[in-house]
Structure formats: structure tokens, C-alpha cells
T-cell receptor, first 113, second 112 residues
Framework: DPKIIQKPKYLVAVTGSEKILICEQY?????MYWYRQSAKKPLEFMFS???????DNQTASSRFQPQSSKKNHLDLQITALKPDDSATYFC????????????FGEGTRLSVL | QQKVQQSPESLIVPEGGMASLNCTSS?????YFWWYRQHSGKSPKMLM?????GEKEEGRFTVHLNKASLHTSLHIRDSQPSDSALYLC????????????FGAGTKLTIKP
């Protein structure tokens, strides 16, 4: 059974719309992350959270907003979607934010038309 | 911002051969390296980690680390077609709120 659940697996959106990508982990991990990967760019770190607090944000645009309602949840809200946002978004988690390798979910593949 | 450079970009190795992949960090504060493998259409899976100078072996996989040159390498012996994948190197820096930076990857193809 997958321990990091990402929903939906596939998502198609129109330019200018808003979407929320869901991530839940059942590993008891304290740190959660979002990464993005596209054909144009390699796997790119976006955010890290530890105990529901934002630790690092490497996303230039405020259109990307992580939301952590519970310790094992880290959703990603994306507003004013652009075609360039098309990518696979991976949620990941680790036991601790200090140098434990992240375990990745299966990703949400987003296409913006 | 730290950069992680991987070489070569792509590599073709005959089945049963040795694959050698390289990775270098641009930041002297790097403490930890990981190697991930990502099969097409799948998520990255952690393969091996190395934190100290020297060598570490797990089955057909061996990683080397030279902290002075910030260089790590992954060697796969007796390569199998199932080893065909994108291999990602990741490096971590201890600033207290560290993030892990990934390289662009080496696309490995094992030819039967």
C-alpha cells in the first residue's frame, strides 16, 4: 500500500484557473516537501515543512501556496495557472528535516491548457 | 545557490557491463549525498546514501565519495536491463533548515 498518497494522479486545468494538489503521508514523518519535475527542468525543490512549519521556500512565485492542516498533510494550492506550470508535482516526506533522504509519493501530473 | 552537476547526461552500457555515473556539488558546505533512481513515469526511489569519505557497496551498486573535491560516483556492475532509468544525485547542506538539491540526472540505458 502506498504510504504517501497524492491526489489526483492526473489533472488538466485551463489557464488562469486554480487547483489544489493533495498530499497525505502515513509514515509518521515530521518533515514534508514539494518538488516539481518537467521535461524542461530537472527535479526542483519547492518547499519544506517541519512539524507543520515552513522551513524553506525556493519558489519565486506567490501563486504557489503550501497548506498544512494536519501534521501528515501538505497540500499545494496553485492559483492563476499558466501553461509553464505543467509538470509532475511530487510530494515527499522524511522522518526528520535534518539529513534524512525524502521518500517520494507517486506524483500528480498537471497539464495546463 | 548550490548546484549539483551530473555527468554524463546519458549513458549506454551493454548488459553485464559496468556503468559509472558522476556527481559534483558546487557548495563546500555539502554534508550528505544521496543517489536516487527514477524509472520512466515513476517517482524517484532512494538507492544509496554516503556521508563519509570512501566507498560503500550494496550488492551490484558501489558509491564513492571524495569530500575534498565534493565528488561522488555511482558504479553499477553486471548491469541489467531493469537498471535502465534516470539516476539522480542529491546533496544536502546543514544550514539547520536544509533543503536537498537534485542534479539533472544521468539517463542510463542498458542494451541487451
Amino acid at each position: 500500500d502506498p504510504k504517501i498518497i497524492q491526489k489526483p494522479k492526473y489533472l488538466v486545468a485551463v489557464t488562469g484557473s486554480e487547483k489544489i494538489l493533495i498530499c497525505e503521508q502515513y509514515l509518521g514523518h515530521n518533515a514534508m516537501y514539494w518538488y516539481r519535475q518537467s521535461a524542461k527542468k530537472p527535479l526542483e525543490f519547492m518547499f519544506s515543512y517541519s512539524y507543520q512549519k515552513l522551513m524553506d521556500n525556493q519558489t519565486a512565485s506567490s501563486r504557489f501556496q503550501p497548506q498544512s492542516s494536519k501534521k501528515n498533510h501538505l497540500d499545494l494550492q496553485i492559483t492563476a495557472l499558466k501553461p509553464d506550470d505543467s509538470a509532475t508535482y511530487f510530494c515527499a516526506s522524511s522522518g526528520d528535516i535534518n539529513n534524512q533522504a525524502p521518500l517520494f509519493g507517486e506524483g500528480t501530473r498537471l497539464s495546463v491548457l | 545557490q548550490q548546484k549539483v552537476q551530473q555527468s554524463p547526461e546519458s549513458l549506454i552500457v551493454p548488459e553485464g557491463g559496468m556503468a559509472s555515473l558522476n556527481c559534483t556539488s558546487s557548495d563546500r558546505n555539502v554534508d550528505y549525498f544521496w543517489w536516487y533512481r527514477q524509472h520512466s513515469g515513476k517517482s524517484p526511489k532512494m538507492l544509496m546514501s554516503i556521508f563519509s569519505n570512501g566507498e560503500k557497496e550494496e550488492g551490484r551498486f558501489t558509491v564513492h565519495l571524495n569530500k575534498a573535491s565534493l565528488h561522488t560516483s555511482l558504479h553499477i556492475r553486471d548491469s541489467q536491463p531493469s537498471d535502465s532509468a534516470l539516476y539522480l544525485c542529491a546533496a544536502s547542506i546543514n544550514y539547520g533548515n536544509e533543503k536537498i538539491t537534485f542534479g539533472a540526472g544521468t539517463k542510463l540505458t542498458i542494451k541487451p
